[in-house]
């Protein structure tokens, strides 16, 4: 087959399971000119982002640089998607400057406080990886993703646009006061950096919007640094990135007392977190559009290799792209071809062109960044929720604050409080339905989706969830209202417990409350289409008692329909 990673079909055509894919998966001799010419485009991306984010993390451009070659190298040697890029992002880079800033205030070297969090960064992700834990990411929903990132894309924003118009923002200051200082020095700002930086700005927009092939932002930095040396306008007061030191990256690990790896741990977590939940949700929604399997643990594990790498190679904390996959992906790339391509082009610029880049004008970075992360700002996807669903809004809503006003690892925390919230708002009033199974028609008659049955005096009740603590008394009062509901009496109450996988034991007192209930109102209690082990959890809490269980709700009511309490045929027990 072309594709040596697919398994052979057997079983009517279905893909036999596959083994973990080797690198450079899916690429075939026709797809080599096409996936090098998509390495180009994204080394062309790679290389002023990574310099832009590096300079947002506080980090020399060096550090976005030695992302790109060692980590990149290993992230790809493990990684089982074919298409997901790795690099550090914006969101990490403002994670670090929010975290890392604080500690190295206390006295420790920041650099090494940077290095020291990717390590820590990479050793979570081994131990998600061995223990199996990527289906953490499913706590992390999409409303808290977009409050979060967009948050941390304003706050960055900020800073770019203050690089722009050339004013310093002091080290530490907060959101508002950070604005205020912009909007008071917005009268001396640098008019030659403004020029810069807007004229970079227009030519991205343009460009993507008439040649989306292009890469812009490339040509804007090359273009900007030719302009900038040519008319002399650093001299001006336009400031440049400056000396980049040449040299592939070298072995460094970073030397730190125990306390100071401890304080990590936190903001080190927040990165984890947040690359969990966009690293995998990314890899798997491209290999279904795309038609290959991934291994979510696989992927973890390559995330925290590269991740030490980085830590032990000069560079910060790295997580998943979703520009440059979708950059790639837009490109025609199948593979992680690209990516090695990368490496290799860093790696050359490293050695032979630093030079180039120490001419670079900040605004410029400055504008490339600050088009990058305009995006993530996502104003349709808050439109979009406030449309569908308020309470996501205000989920979303409450992520971007905390984050933007209080800072980033607060951010996290809350929104990992409203993750448990939704659910177990969400978990408090599952679906309760009265089903009228004599004519098989289903109906839903008040709000708690409580109805009557067809059939006089028989009254069947599903619902659709575990019972248990959050939800149990929702469900006791849903039942008597169901009971109540007929207009005649009801001798027997029939509970369909097919999509009760379980019960705790605050459910149970519920179920022995509602028991007495029906007893008291000569209600007969019977249970229908009863699993197996739901059927043992009954007799193991005591719930069962002399109740009929019954193998389906037709069954249920051909024997109970029209009869008195205490005198329907009992069905066969369940089981027997």
Not at 145 to 162: N, Y
Not at 313 to 339: E, H
Not at 417 to 429: E, I, K, M, S, T
Request: hydrophobic content about 55%; proline content about 6%.
């Amino acid at each position: 087959m072309s594709d040596a990673g697919v398994a052979r079909r057997r079983d009517g055509g279905r893909p036999a399971p596959s083994r973990l894919r080797p690198p450079l998966a899916g690429l075939t001799v026709r797809g080599v000119g096409r996936e090098l010419l998509a390495g180009v485009t994204l080394l062309a991306l790679a290389v002023p982002l990574n310099i832009g984010y590096a300079q947002i993390a506080g980090l020399p451009a060096t550090a976005g640089l030695y992302a790109l070659v060692v980590p990149t190298i290993v992230y790809v040697l493990f990684v089982s998607s074919r298409q997901l890029v790795a690099s550090p992002d914006a969101a990490i880079a403002a994670l670090v400057a929010s975290s890392v800033g604080g500690l190295a205030i206390a006295g420790d070297d920041y650099a090494t406080l940077a290095l020291a969090q990717a390590v820590i960064v990479g050793v979570l992700f081994v131990l998600l990886a061995v223990f199996r834990l990527g289906f953490l990411a499913s706590f992390l929903s999409a409303p808290i993703l977009v409050g979060f990132v967009a948050g941390l894309a304003l706050d960055i924003l900020v800073g770019q646009i203050a690089k722009m118009l050339g004013i310093s923002l002091p080290s530490g200051a907060e959101f508002f006061e950070r604005v205020g200082r912009i909007v008071l020095e917005l009268p001396r700002a640098e008019p030659w950096s403004v020029a810069v930086a807007v004229s970079s700005i227009l030519v991205m927009l343009l460009g993507r919007r008439f040649l989306p092939v292009v890469p812009w932002a490339l040509v804007v930095l090359v273009a900007a640094t030719a302009v900038v040396s040519v008319a002399g306008l650093a001299e001006r007061g336009v400031p440049v990135l400056g000396p980049v030191p040449a040299g592939p990256p070298r072995f460094t690990w970073p030397m730190l007392d125990v306390l100071s790896w401890v304080s990590l741990v936190p903001s080190a977590i927040a990165i984890t977190l947040v690359t969990l939940a966009e690293g995998l949700l990314l890899s798997r929604a491209y290999a279904e559009r795309n038609r290959y399997r991934v291994n979510p643990n696989r992927d973890l594990l390559a995330f925290g290799l590269a991740n030490i790498a980085a830590g032990a190679q000069g560079a910060f904390a790295m997580g998943s792209s979703t520009s440059r996959t979708a950059a790639m992906d837009q490109a025609g790339s199948r593979t992680q071809l690209p990516s090695l391509v990368v490496a290799a082009g860093a790696i050359a610029l490293l050695v032979f062109g630093t030079a180039l880049l120490a001419d670079i004008p900040s605004p410029a970075i400055g504008a490339v960044v600050a088009v990058a992360v305009l995006p993530l700002l996502a104003p349709r996807s808050f439109a979009r929720l406030w449309r569908i669903d308020r309470f996501e809004f205000a989920v979303a809503g409450t992520c971007f604050v905390v984050t933007l006003l209080v800072g980033a690892i607060p951010g996290v925390l809350v929104a990992f409080v409203l993750a448990l919230v939704n659910l177990a708002r969400r978990a408090a009033h599952p679906p309760i339905d009265v089903l009228v199974v004599g004519s098989d028609r289903r109906s839903l008659v008040d709000e708690a989706g409580v109805g009557r049955s067809t059939v006089p005096g028989v009254v069947v009740v599903r619902m659709s969830a575990p019972l248990f603590f959050a939800n149990a008394e929702t469900f006791a009062g849903a039942v008597r209202r169901a009971v109540r509901a007929p207009d005649e009496t009801v001798h027997d109450l029939v509970l369909d417990m097919e999509a009760v996988t379980d019960i705790d034991v605050t459910a149970a007192e519920a179920m022995v409350g509602l028991r007495v209930w029906l007893e008291e109102r000569g209600t007969r209690l019977s249970f229908s289409r009863v699993r197996p082990a739901t059927l043992a959890r009954l007799d193991a809490l005591g719930l069962r008692g002399e109740a009929t269980i019954f193998p389906t709700n037709r069954a249920a009511v051909d024997a109970l329909g029209g009869r008195p309490s205490g005198t329907g045929r009992r069905a066969r027990k369940a089981g027997s």
